[in-house]
């Protein structure tokens, strides 16, 4: 599986972005799907799973009223819709994928075997 992730950019505080993760080959409505960033001189965290059809999704606690992670099996897509925009959601944005076999909306990296190659999220203020 490849992820190609874009829809990164500059934004002022209060806008709002919508990130696209593309993926190739025939498996992507088989894969649990996930979105992580990373902050410039943190750690890479946890931001959204969803499952194989959309229906379940998870996302950190302090995200959940501004963020939205959905698919769309048909184009081999996963989004992520990012709403009120804050200085601290500057980071870099990956696209994960978990393998065939491996089940569970999961939020740790270790469980993620195919990633993208990221995409900047800047926030201005």
């Known amino acids: 599986v490849q992820l190609q992730a874009s829809g990164g950019g500059l934004v002022q505080a209060g806008g709002s972005l919508r990130l696209s993760c593309a993926a190739s080959?025939?498996?992507?409505?088989?894969?649990?799907m996930g979105w992580f960033r990373q902050a410039p001189g943190k750690e890479r965290e946890f931001v959204a799973a969803i499952g194989r059809s959309g229906t379940n999704t998870a996302c950190k606690d302090s995200l959940k009223d501004r963020f939205t992670i959905t698919r769309e099996n048909a184009k081999s897509t996963v989004y992520l819709q990012m709403n009120s925009l804050k200085l601290e959601d500057t980071a870099v944005y990956y696209c994960?994928?978990?393998?065939?076999?491996?089940?569970?909306?999961?939020?740790?990296?270790?469980?993620?075997?195919?990633w993208g190659q990221g995409t900047l999220v800047t926030v201005s203020s």
């Open positions: 994960a994928a978990r393998s065939l076999l491996k089940d569970g909306l999961a939020s740790e990296e270790k469980d993620y075997a195919y």
């Open positions: 080959g025939r498996s992507f409505s088989r894969n649990i």
